[in-house]
Structure formats: C-alpha cells, structure tokens
C-alpha cells in the first residue's frame, strides 16, 4: 500500500504540471497493484482461434510473473436483453468493474435483432478512443523497416455516426458529426499518451482545407489542447499528404490523432506497413480509465483448433494493456522476448513463413523471459 | 493508334529498361491524320501558386523545344481568391483544354477550394490518377500499375456544412445514383479502351450501408454490362492494406471522392511520389490536366526559392493532354524523353533523391528529345 500511494504522488507531481483535473482522475480510475494485491482483468477469449490465442497469453503472463488474475467471460448463446446482444450484462459489468479488459477476435453472429458485438462493447462502455502502436517487428522483413509510430483514432462519431437516409429516389445523404466534447476527448487522451510513452510529436491529420467547419473544429481542439503540452511538438497534416508521406517515409511520423474516418483508414494502413492485422495491437479506451485491449484481426474459423494460430497480436495487445497498467518493466520484458523469438526465426507460426504450433511459439517466449 | 501505343510502351519500359534508349525509334507506322489536324491548338494555361509557375515554365519550354501544335493562354489564378476569375473560365469553355499548375486552398480559411470549384463548374466529374513504376526510380513496391479513377464532385467534398448549436458541426456526405453511374461508367470505358482487365470498387458499404451502397449497386449495373472486364470490391482500409503490402493486385480503381483522394495518394506514393505521377480531371466537354495526386499541394516556400520542384508529373500530364488533343507522336517523343532521364537517373529532384533544380530537369528532357 505504502508504495501505491508512493506512486500516486509522484504521478500527480509529474501531472500537476500540465492536465486538467480529468487527466487525474483517469489515473486514479485504475487500480495499482501490488505483490499481494493482483490486479483483476476481464478476459474475453472471443471465437474461432480465440481460446487457444487466449491460453498463450496467460501462459506467458504467468511466466512472467505478472500480477493478474483473469475473469473469463465468454460470449453467450442466446440475445441477453439487458444488452440487446449476445454479451451479456455480467460480461459488461465485469469491464466496468476491473477497468481493464483483453477481448479475443469474436465472430458477429448473422442475423438480425441484435447489436453486433464491437458496436456494443463500444457504446456500453463508452470506448471513445483507439490506439494503435505500430512499430516494425525486427526479423519479420516487410519493406518498412522504420515504422514506429502510434495511432490514436477517435471512436465514437464522425462520420461512423450510422445517420443515413435516402432525401429522395437516387439521391442518399449521410451525415458526419463532430463534436467539440468528443474531440477534446480524443485530444486529451493522445496528449496525455505522447506523455506518457515519452513521444515527442503529435500531428493532427485532417481535411480542414475542404471539409471547413467539421474538421476545422476538430483541429481547434486540438490546438486547444496541444497548449496545455508545450513540451510536445504539435502539427496539422492534410491526410492526402499524410497517406502520401507514411508509404514514402513511415519515420516521419510519430504519434497521429484523427476523426474517425480517417483513423479506420490510417490505422489499417499503418498495420499493413508493419506485416498484417495479425500482427498488430490495438487497445480501446473508455471514460472513467477503461481499457479494453483486443486482437484487431479475424476469429479465423478454418485454423481454429488446429494449434495454428498466431498468437503475437493478442500478446501485444495485453503489453499495450500493461503499459495502460504502469506494469513498464513487465510490458518492456514481455515485448522483448516476444521480438527476440520473432526475430531469432527459429520459432515462427505459420502465417510469418514459418512451421511451428502455437505451443511452440508461445514456449519459446516464455522461455526468453 | 494511341490506343495501341500505350500498352506495347507501358509493356516495354516495364519489363526492359534497357530497350528503353531504343525506343525512341519505335513509332507507329500506321497513321493518318485529317487535313488540318496540324492546326495549333489553343490551351489555357493556369500557373497556379507555389510551385505551379514553376513547373508550368517547364511545360511550356519542353512544348517549345518540341514545336508541338499547341499554344498557351495564360491566366493569372491564385489560391487566394474567392472564385475563378470569369475569364479563366470563358477561355476554359471556349478552348475545352486546360492545363493547370496546382492551386494552394488555404486551410480552415472559409475560401472554398478553387481546384473544387472548376471541377463543380465545368462538371469534371472523373479524376483519374495514374500510378506507375518508372523504371530507374527506386521504389519499395514492384509491378505498380494501378489507374485510380475517383468521382469528382459529391460525396464528402459537397461542402455541405453546418453548425447545429455551438460545438456539434455537421457535415453532409451526398451519393446521387447519377453521378455514381457516370463515374462508373467512365471507369469500365477507361478500361475497356485500355486494355484493362479488372476493376475494383473501394468503398465503406459495411457502415455506410445507404451511401456507399448506393455507389455500389451504380458500380454492379455497369459492369454486367462489361462482361470481359472483372468486377470486384474492396473495403476502403482493407484496400489502403492491401495497396502497401500487394499493390500489383489492383488495376482500375473506380471510388467515390474522399476515398478516391486517400487511395490515390497512397498509390501514388508507392509508385514513386506525387512529383511524378500524372492526373487530370475529365467531363463530358472539358478536360483539366494537372499534377495527379495532391493538387492542392503547391509546395512549400524553400522549394519555390531554390527551384528544385518536380515537373515530371506535369511534364508527363502534358504528355496525356496531347493525346486527349489527337497529337499521339508527340505524346509518345515527350514520354520517352521523360522516362529516358529519370531511366538515366543524372538529373532527379530532391523528392526523388538527387539534388538537380527544375530547369536542370528540363533542360535533360529537351536534351533527349528526339
């Protein structure tokens, strides 16, 4: 306990100088653990290759001796109406509860009545900003060697809004909402990231030239924020530029903001960069500190079962909940020997080119920690 | 004849750069123009801001050297003002050829874009941009062959917007069947006179079910009436995905306006960078060439200073304009002198990795005309 509140007070010295009261309080909205004290997390192992991915990633934690204890929940069989979904209430209380979540690949089911799965997790809990870390693997060779750079996409509007109508036969409008609470949010949250991970720039893409008072607001917003953090170099890109110079020269980036459009767009194209959304982590952020960690890529049914599966997203994405967690030194030992197996070779599954199980892959990290 | 020429010169400077000095000779023997056709045509000229006059200097001394049939009237336009000038446009409607450096729209300034407004006006209602490897130009991705062909004047870029209460903006994106029809139409044709074998639709239809799939079903009419050309779709983050990890997959790319500017700078910047990949923007009777990807960058200060702007895109957009003009011999001289030079690889501007100044490019390009 002594050190919990050792370590409160020195964060709430490092914050004192530059965020506003709700920075704080997304903060102390976790709690910090100590040896005896385990932090609880919601673990949603999803469908398809889930479980087993899933299974890797409390191998590894449990060889690394991180202080977790996971609450499985698993997506149910049946509309819970509570949740107009197959999640159930117990599964979102449960986030809501622990404030940190890892949620596997989970196949929407087709039909109709019900919400779909990410569309529910996203509005229940509020999860208003995307963050995506894409840093090149060393020793998976894509053509971009330099890629490290951190996308955080804004969630919940835009133009995702799902606000659509037909004026008359032929003619479709479809409205795209930006609001000024949504995008200081977003703001925020990327400000308060490139402090925390010790990244120097954040640029702000958008297309204020053409779409004048929508992104023109976000960018204002943004403006707003970025003087609260003078120490972070702060820059507006037009997004053809952008998109132009991330296939040209991905060092040039550092931590990028966006509306949501763009951001869908920006962060898939900035996880092909790095090798595939098999490879890429991506943790949601909600109000009052949630995060909620997920594998980006599909359920894969075809491979499931069959001890194929790649479980390095799922992994990197429970580091991204780590570092969400101030665990830095574990997230630091974990990624480490999760590059360090990449990058030896010897232990590859087999959408990177090579032989092993998903057993195999994840023994071999366990046994670089 | 063009039609001919295009593909057997894309094919040969492709697959062997070291053909490509022979090429020059290459020249189609069966053509026979219409009396007169060797009339100079008038073409109005817009410098543009920033590095517009720049590089629209160079275009003029490379058509000079060449003596090519076209004479330029130049109109001063900046990105500043608050619409075209009418006399830009009485001479764009009288000539139905433009060439265009490109013209700067200020951000966030509440001056609509001039490029927007002259496609609105004169109903440009495609924009193709067109990507491809040079051969001496390093680039990460191989066997790049793609034609972006994007819809020009609705969807996003309707500048349709509003304050609903102080801090909620709204802004409309609008799909007419009309204008998604025309624009795939233009698509399939593109293809079909080029010897294309497949196009693909990019869109958002899983979220923006009405909008994009209004665009989507204009797209599936159209192509049941190509049978020999392959129709297939794409997500729009799937495909910036797939364009940086497999970009030899796709061939036409037909989209709506937002999603047509993202994918056409992301290809552009694989196959070598806006400097040098070539655009214009197409109606039913006017046509506008211009630098293809990111028109509205006009560069920055120390680049207009220095003179060391990239007038390959430019250069090679002329090259496309004297074709729409029926002027295929040129065409094919200006080409293949500006493919010589970057092949040769002495005189590359800064975005390309050498140090040379515009004029050094031009003077090389005049050099190797032949």
Redesign the interface.
């Known amino acids: 306990m002594i050190m919990a509140s050792q370590i409160v007070r020195r964060l709430l010295r490092s914050q004192q100088a530059n965020s506003p009261a709700r920075v704080s309080s997304l903060l102390l909205g976790r709690t910090f653990s100590t040896e005896s004290n385990p932090i609880v997390a919601t673990l949603f192992p999803g469908d398809g290759i889930g479980p087993e991915i899933a299974e890797s990633v409390k191998q590894v934690f449990r060889a690394a001796d991180v202080p977790i204890e996971w609450e499985e929940h698993y997506v149910g069989k049946e509309i819970d109406p509570r949740t107009q979904s197959f999640l159930t209430w117990e599964s979102l209380e449960s986030v809501r509860r622990n404030k940190v979540g890892l949620k596997g690949p989970m196949a929407t089911p087709i039909g109709k009545g019900h919400r779909s799965l990410n569309l529910t997790l996203r509005k229940e809990l509020n999860l208003y900003a995307n963050v995506r870390p894409c840093y090149s693997l060393p020793g998976y060779k894509t053509r971009y060697d330099d890629v490290d750079l951190v996308t955080i996409r804004e969630n919940t509007e835009g133009e995702y809004s799902g606000l659509e109508h037909q004026v008359v036969r032929g003619v479709v409008e479809s409205i795209k909402i930006i609001t000024r609470q949504a995008s200081l949010r977003v703001a925020e949250y990327a400000f308060h990231y490139a402090t925390a991970h010790g990244r120097a720039r954040v640029s702000a893409i958008h297309k204020a030239n053409i779409m004048q008072k929508t992104d023109g607001l976000f960018l204002k917003c943004c403006r707003e924020v970025a003087e609260k953090y003078p120490e972070i170099t702060y820059e507006e890109v037009v997004i053809d530029n952008c998109c132009m110079m991330l296939v040209k020269n991905p060092a040039l980036f550092d931590v990028l903001v966006m509306p949501n459009l763009y951001g869908d767009i920006i962060s898939d194209l900035c996880a092909g960069l790095i090798g595939g959304l098999g490879l890429t982590p991506s943790c949601n952020i909600g109000e009052g500190g949630i995060a909620l960690a997920e594998a980006v890529h599909g359920s894969a049914p075809d491979i499931a079962g069959k001890n194929m599966a790649n479980p390095t997203a799922l992994l990197l994405s429970a580091v991204t909940m780590l570092r969400h967690l101030e665990l830095h030194d574990k997230a630091d030992r974990i990624q480490e020997a999760i590059l360090k197996t990449i990058a030896e070779g010897k232990y590859r599954t087999g959408d990177l080119g090579g032989t092993s199980t998903t057993t195999e892959f994840t023994k071999a990290i366990c046994d670089q920690l | 004849m063009a039609r001919r020429t295009l593909p057997i010169l894309k094919q040969l400077c492709a697959r062997s750069p070291s053909l490509s000095p022979g090429l020059g000779s290459t020249r189609s023997v069966t053509y026979m123009p219409r009396p007169g056709d060797g009339a100079p045509r008038p073409v109005t000229l817009i410098a543009g801001d920033g590095i517009g006059p720049l590089v629209t200097g160079a275009v003029e001394q490379v058509m000079d050297a060449m003596h090519a049939p076209v004479y330029f009237e130049r109109f001063e336009c900046n990105g500043e003002m608050k619409s075209v000038p009418p006399e830009v446009m009485d001479s764009i409607k009288k000539n139905k050829v433009c060439l265009k450096g490109g013209l700067m729209?200020?951000?966030?300034?509440?001056v609509s874009?001039l490029n927007?407004q002259l496609r609105k006006e004169l109903d440009l209602f495609a924009s193709l941009v067109i990507c491809f490897n040079l051969p001496g130009l390093p680039t990460?991705?191989e066997n790049v062959d793609i034609v972006v062909i994007r819809e020009n004047t609705e969807g996003?870029?309707a500048?349709l917007?509003?304050?609903v209460v102080?801090?909620?903006?709204?802004?409309?994106?609008?799909?007419?069947?009309?204008c998604s029809e025309r624009v795939a139409k233009y698509a399939f044709e593109y293809a079909y006179l080029n010897n294309r074998k497949t196009v693909t639709a990019v869109h958002?239809a899983n979220?923006?079910?009405?909008?994009d799939?209004?665009f989507l079903e204009s797209c599936r009419e159209v192509a049941s009436n190509y049978p020999s050309i392959k129709y297939n779709e794409i997500i729009?983050?799937?495909c910036?995905?797939?364009?940086?990890?497999k970009p030899e997959q796709f061939d036409v790319m037909v989209t709506p306006n937002?999603?047509g500017?993202?994918v056409?700078?992301?290809a552009?910047?694989?196959a070598g960078?806006?400097g040098v990949m070539p655009g214009g923007n197409v109606g039913a009777d006017h046509a506008i060439f211009e630098q293809g990807?990111?028109a509205?960058?006009v560069g920055n200060q120390k680049l207009v200073e220095q003179k060391k702007a990239n007038p390959v895109a430019l250069l090679l957009s002329s090259a496309m304009m004297l074709r729409h003009l029926q002027f295929p011999s040129f065409a094919d001289r200006l080409e293949t002198a500006v493919k010589r030079v970057i092949s040769e690889g002495k005189f590359m501007t800064k975005d390309l990795g050498g140090t040379s100044t515009t004029q050094e490019v031009v003077d090389a390009v005049i050099a190797n005309l032949d």
């Open positions: 729209t200020p951000v966030g300034g509440g874009s927007v990460r991705h996003e870029y500048g917007e509003h304050e102080p801090g909620v903006v709204e802004s409309l994106k609008v799909i007419t069947k009309f958002k979220i923006m079910k009405l909008a799939g209004l729009v983050d799937n910036c995905m797939q364009l940086v990890s937002l999603y500017n993202l056409a700078n992301t552009a910047g694989i960078g806006t990807a990111s509205g960058n």
